[in-house]
């Protein structure tokens, strides 16, 4: 809890003046207003700022959580359970009081019907209770994970009067009822979805709130193209966008609303890990068993060229599932206590990566990439391809080698198709299908893909999430986001350390330790990251001066007043 006195988060502005509507871009579509089930694709915006968790994330700290429906929270020092006690002026949107039967429905409902992981997570649970007239206790199986009691804080409530739980796994347009600062205002179905500001909302003056969702509308509008969303927004018929595109931030922001000041262009400080942006190597199917054909394809990517002619150079090289932060294990020897966690598992870890001086491969940067196709058909070699005819192949069956990567955008398209023009100088048989958002979601969940290019964010506090992307499990349960297919005994033990370390200095041995198993195993082909945030927006917006570690926070942001007060 924050000490007493607490009266609003420093990253916030809480004279910020309410009001006015915020408009924002989506690439793609939607077909559900369900955003916790497996089943279709969920609008943006419901788990922001419809539903609410019992308590709150502060994006100022890894680990800390405080007061929101629950009003205060108890745990042992072993973890074993924690209490929540529920604000007892909590309610949903149609006036019913949030009660310990909500809280335990949701439990259990999203433990049997939730998104794989919810069920991952809840499944630790061996009891739930109410404790009193407002209390809810959780008890978990054993004490071994830590986390639990903060996964608990930010479990979605969901109205039990309201929810079926026998139709919760069908997706929907109804409009649904949260206990957040919004309500569904309008759904135009796969068009744009409108929130209104709750004017009856019951945490309006919660310390956690103050200085937050001062928009009285939040429009969110879907577009097919990114290029085409990229326009409206230069037409100012949305008003804010990250940039991710080093190409468009630095050749297609030079109009005339940039260049007389009605639109900002910043590169905002983000202080988190950079994540894993990746083209992925689905392992579930035959040809990327071999890890030395995964090495072999990670040899054959010349970022260097690719980052100096697609990019202006503007990105730095991904070494790490943790990078830009100090979880990362790249460029740092293994610890002791790394070198206990990792004496099992003898395989699992490379020597190079072990000792900290691994390092993806480089070129000169002039395309030719020499190197890297020499040791490519060095590693295809070792693994049975030979290069006949000037296909690649199998020399056992004399199949050709032959990939399918996905693409879901235009600018992933320009990368794969530099990247496959690299894979057929090898004689290798590479496909680049771009396919719509609908289609390229189901695939993706059912892993029905050769290659995909796929992003993991990360947070300072890694915790149950890994095993969700990560864990052998998860690695056989559809819609998870295990998409490379790792099942992997090192790996599994690796997140169970991270999920009991008592001690920082013991969590961030762990997660190194897990960093470097998941990049010996060469399961995906990390490509690059921004140092900052890029954000562009029309000036009518404002942002508190102070940016969190997690980077810009929209919902601290407001709209300027019209003249005379009104908006």
Do not use: C
Not at 236 to 256: A, M
Not at 336 to 357: F, K
Not at 487 to 516: C, Q, T, Y
């Amino acid at each position: 809890m924050r000490e007493k006195g607490f009266d609003h988060f420093p990253y916030v502005n809480p004279d910020a003046p309410k009001g006015g509507r915020l408009v924002l871009g989506e690439r793609g579509s939607f077909d559900s207003l369900t955003p916790l089930i497996v089943m279709g694709h969920a609008a943006e915006g419901l788990l922001d700022y419809v539903y609410e968790s019992l308590m709150a994330r502060s994006y100022d700290e890894p680990f800390t959580l405080y007061a929101r429906i629950a009003e205060t929270i108890e745990t042992p020092p072993d973890r074993s359970w924690v209490l929540f006690q529920l604000n007892p002026r909590a309610k949903f949107s149609d006036g019913h009081p949030i009660t310990p039967k909500d809280v335990i429905f949701s439990y259990q409902v999203l433990r049997e019907r939730g998104r794989p992981n919810h069920r991952t997570f809840y499944s630790k649970i061996a009891k739930a209770e109410q404790v009193g007239k407002h209390g809810v206790k959780f008890t978990f199986e054993d004490g071994s994970d830590r986390e639990m009691p903060l996964i608990m804080g930010l479990m979605p409530v969901l109205p039990s009067h309201l929810v079926d739980p026998e139709t919760f796994e069908t997706t929907s347009l109804h409009i649904p009822i949260g206990s957040g600062p919004y309500v569904v205002g309008s759904v135009d179905a796969g068009k744009s979805i409108t929130y209104k500001r709750d004017p009856d909302y019951w945490g309006r003056d919660l310390n956690v709130n103050k200085g937050r969702f001062n928009f009285d509308e939040i429009r969110i509008e879907y577009y097919r193209d990114s290029g085409a969303m990229l326009e409206a927004f230069k037409s100012g018929l949305i008003d804010f966008r990250e940039e991710e595109d080093p190409t468009w931030w630095t050749e297609s922001y030079d109009f005339p609303a940039v260049r007389d000041g009605r639109v900002v262009k910043e590169a905002l400080p983000i202080e988190v890990p950079a994540g894993m942006s990746a083209l992925v190597f689905n392992t579930r199917r035959p040809q990327f068993a071999d890890i030395r054909v995964r090495q072999a394809l990670i040899e054959l990517f010349d970022f260097d060229w690719i980052n100096r002619t697609l990019y202006h150079g503007q990105y730095d090289r991904t070494q790490s599932y943790f990078a830009r932060s100090d979880l990362s294990s790249h460029g740092r020897p293994a610890d002791l206590h790394e070198e206990e966690l990792l004496a099992p598992y003898p395989d699992a870890v490379l020597p190079d990566i072990m000792d900290g001086t691994y390092a993806l491969p480089e070129s000169d940067g002039r395309g030719q990439n020499r190197t890297g196709r020499r040791n490519a058909l060095k590693l295809f070699r070792e693994a049975g391809y030979v290069l006949k005819d000037g296909r690649l192949i199998n020399e056992a069956t004399g199949k050709p080698f032959s990939i399918e990567i996905l693409a879901a955008t235009r600018p992933q398209e320009r990368l794969l198709l530099t990247y496959a023009r690299a894979l057929k100088q090898l004689g290798i048989a590479v496909r680049i299908r771009q396919v719509d958002s609908a289609q390229y979601q189901r695939r993706k969940q059912t892993f029905d893909f050769d290659m995909i290019q796929y992003y993991w964010p990360v947070s300072l506090s890694p915790g149950n999430e890994q095993l969700f992307r990560w864990g052998s499990e998860a690695a056989v349960t559809d819609g998870s986001f295990n998409y490379p297919g790792i099942e992997s005994e090192a790996v599994d033990a690796m997140i169970g350390a991270l999920l009991r370390a008592k001690s920082d200095k013991d969590f961030v041995s762990s997660v190194r330790a897990l960093d470097r198993v998941l990049l010996s195993g060469r399961y995906v082909l990390p490509l690059f990251h921004l140092p900052k945030q890029w954000v562009a927006y029309w000036r009518r917006l404002h942002r508190p001066e102070q940016v969190p570690i997690f980077g810009y926070i929209l919902d601290t942001w407001w709209a300027e007043p019209k003249p005379g007060g009104a908006q």
